[in-house]
């Protein structure tokens, strides 16, 4: 298994070694893992902000997001600030998700209905519980 660029100071902190990484947190795969972090800091080495990412997924995190987004045919233009928090909020939702309660979300049919009822700020601050507690008195889930 291949690691990425990331600084050994935050793989230490993440609490894994080598032998403990496994798989990417958002896809599973297995090859070219780094570090990633969940808040877009990277002088935020806590163990709870740093999960393991493939190249791939962790590229689609961290690159600028489109001008606009369709959710079920109509299209929703955001200013990049915001379109960074909801796509960073997703990702940690299906780490925080996976780890906690193993399952993974889907954008579409879980996350997007959510942050349309809730509103991003608010489904930023749930935990996995509260987001699939929230799914479920919404019909989601």
């Known amino acids: 298994m291949q690691e990425g660029n990331r600084g050994p100071e935050a793989r230490e902190t993440a609490g894994h070694s080598r032998e403990d990484i496994q798989q990417c947190t958002v896809c599973g795969a297995d090859d070219e893992l780094r570090v990633h972090h969940l808040d877009g800091r990277r002088e ?84 996995a519980e509260a987001f699939e507690e929230r799914l479920v008195e919404l019909g989601l889930r």
């Open 44 to 127: 935020n080495t806590e163990a709870e902000n740093l999960v393991w990412m493939c190249r791939d997924c962790d590229q689609n995190v961290n690159t600028e997001s489109e001008e606009s987004t369709t959710w079920n045919n109509h299209a929703v233009v955001l200013p990049d600030e915001i379109s960074a928090k909801i796509d960073r909020e997703f990702i940690r939702l299906v780490c925080v998700c996976r780890r906690d309660l193993g399952w993974r979300p889907d954008k579409t049919r879980h996350y997007y209905p959510l942050v349309a009822v809730d509103g991003v700020f608010a489904v930023g601050r749930m935990t």
